[in-house]
């Protein structure tokens, strides 16, 4: 999954970076509101992190345009902002959840984990597809109750099938969403990873249908 940390307070972004990158999210950042709207318009991303605070382009200004463009990735609103018409006014122009400063980490990865399942129709960490479950809090794969090792790769890749197991995910999706910008994207290297969880789980757990992508059987 892609998170986009929009903050310029280095010591902030980077404390954000490590904790999403820990919960399995790939993580990109910017520092002002003009790099923040050009990513989030041209990249697609599972969660946005966005400070109304910024330089340049003030993160509502951003959040508007990119409602208005078209741009429906869920939007978790930091600010320092504590006013109740604030609040209102960051809702209304299209944010998802708002958080305001000083905030736990603890809690804003909750509610980034609790954006990214209402976005992909899921109420529950617990994502069950047939034998299989991802845990999406605890970052734990299980078969048939079983747990199963996963790297965090692997874990990723599984998932995105169980949030998007409604249909079918083409590799390059795959790619764009489970791999950093700064990382080599070929599409050989999601067949790898394919290959490496299907001798782990067995036939029967992660569908093919050729030239269109991968599911997970029992879903779609």
Known sequence: MRALVVEDDDRIAADLSRALTSAGFRVTCARDGESAWFL???ESYD???????LPKLDGLAVLKRWRAEGVESPVLVLTARGTW???VEG???????????PFRMEELLARARALVRRA???GTAQQAVGDLTVDLNRMTVTLRGVPVSATPLEFRVLAYLALHRDRIVA??????????????KEANAIEAVIARLRRKLGLGVIGTRRGFGYFLEGAV
Do not use: M, Q, S
């Not at 969660?47 to 605070?53: S, T, Y």
């Open 40 to 42: 989030g318009g041209t």
């Open 47 to 53: 969660l946005i992190v966005l400070d109304l605070g």
């Open 85 to 87: 018409t604030e609040r």
């Open 91 to 101: 809702i209304d122009a299209g944010a998802d959840d708002y958080l305001p400063k």
């Open 120 to 122: 992909g129709g899921r």
């Open 171 to 184: 590799p390059t999706e795959l790619l764009e969403h489970l791999y950093g910008d700064d990382d080599a």
